[in-house]
């Protein structure tokens, strides 16, 4: 099957859920099926009370998601029981899998604006997905605020190997996830601005790598919970031996009340954090705390021991490596550059107006 340029103006009557396109492969299959969306663009309205899905691929290996760098897929929905979703890709069983998707946006927009969801999802971050490999690349997604709500840019669930590479996200609660996934990674000029909980947020996963991320806060959006890096439990399973090398954060405000601390890490999860860069106005008091390790709950700063910036680039943050709890953390070759507030804002700025990168289409990363 293959659609090429579908064009939405979808709205949904009262308590039904829509969807742009919709394939589900039976869990029993009785052969194969392919799938190619390109393009997709135009509007799915919901209400507030239920689902609005954009393209819902299930149970369908080698399912290709194509995008076009001058066109726009918008969702809008105000429904707070179940999670929207722009671009769903997730395997249905042991027979009918979803191995190897290909999410390739070529600078595409999607606005998600959506008070629970996800702009793109590769799996669920609960129970079997039954999908290995897999790309997301070259999209923009772009969300809004909610005040008490927890909307997800781009989310990386329970696979195997999947890849996440050369993305943007913007003004999403937790800007990239992986959420109980195994040896997934996400590289390559990925970059989130303005998100206001976490920019790149694991919740037990497994052997993920974050190469080379950048995260961008100005203070726009009042950040809340979350650290803009932050390692976390899921579900009681917690994060091991999860990778954040050469990642950068720069922040653009010095007003505490619009942001929460650079780096959190739960108690019990194990992550190694080495050669990263975090950028922040020299106008920040040298006592304040912007990282904490053995934070006591899910889904939240607290009840952790707090670290200056000069204390976390020292490495008396506990050492070069420090007992987490049952977990472990290792910390070496971080720097905290302290910038005039307006160079810091120029950076964030110059950012945002970079182009997104051609990334290639990548299956599956070993």
């Excluded at 869990?27 to 507030?48: M, R």
């Excluded at 195997?160 to 993305?167: E, P």
């Excluded at 080495?274 to 053995?294: H, K, M, Q, R, Y």
Aim: with cysteine; aromatic share 8%; hydrophobic share 35%.
């Amino acid at each position: 099957m293959t659609v090429d340029s579908p064009y939405f103006e979808l709205t949904a009557s009262s308590s039904v859920a829509i969807y742009g396109i919709y394939l589900a492969r039976d869990t029993v299959p009785l052969g194969t099926v392919s799938a190619s969306v390109i393009a997709p663009h135009g509007t799915i309205n919901t209400h507030s009370s239920n689902v609005c899905r954009g393209i819902n691929l299930l149970g369908v290996d080698n399912a290709v998601v194509t995008g076009d760098g001058g066109k726009t897929l918008t969702i809008n929905s105000s429904y707070t029981g179940n999670e929207s979703i722009g671009i769903h890709i997730l395997g249905r069983s042991a027979t009918a899998t979803a191995n190897d998707a290909q999410v390739v946006g070529n600078g595409q927009t999607i606005n998600f604006f959506a008070p629970a969801g996800h702009g793109i999802q590769l799996g669920v971050s609960s129970g079997s997905n039954y999908m290995t490999g897999g790309v997301v690349s070259g999209w923009r997604v772009y969300g809004k605020y909610y005040a008490a709500s927890t909307p997800h840019g781009i989310t990386l669930g329970e696979g195997t190997n999947v890849l996440s590479i050369g993305n943007e996200v913007h003004d999403v609660y937790a800007g990239l996830l992986m959420s109980r996934t195994a040896s997934g990674t996400v590289h390559q000029n990925e970059r989130a601005f303005n998100c206001y909980g976490s920019a790149f947020y694991t919740k037990g996963a497994t052997a993920g790598k974050w190469l080379g991320c950048s995260a961008y806060f100005d203070g726009a959006l009042t950040q809340r919970a979350l650290a803009t890096i932050h390692v976390d439990s899921q579900a009681g399973v917690n994060t091991t031996s999860v990778t954040y090398d050469g990642c950068l954060v720069v922040l653009g405000t010095d007003n505490a009340a619009l942001y929460t601390k650079l780096l959190g890490v739960k108690s019990n999860c194990s992550a190694t954090f080495t050669n990263c860069t975090f950028i922040i106005p020299d106008s920040i008091a040298s006592n304040v705390a912007l990282f904490e390790i053995g934070c006591t709950s899910d889904g939240a700063l607290g009840g952790g021991t707090t670290y200056t910036a000069t204390q976390w680039e020292t490495g008396t943050a506990g050492g070069i490596t420090a007992a987490n709890g049952t977990g472990t953390i290792s910390v070496s070759n971080n720097k905290v550059l302290k910038m005039p507030l307006a160079v810091c804002r120029q950076i964030i700025n110059g950012a945002g107006n970079q182009n997104i990168p051609n990334a290639p289409n990548a299956i599956r990363v070993s």
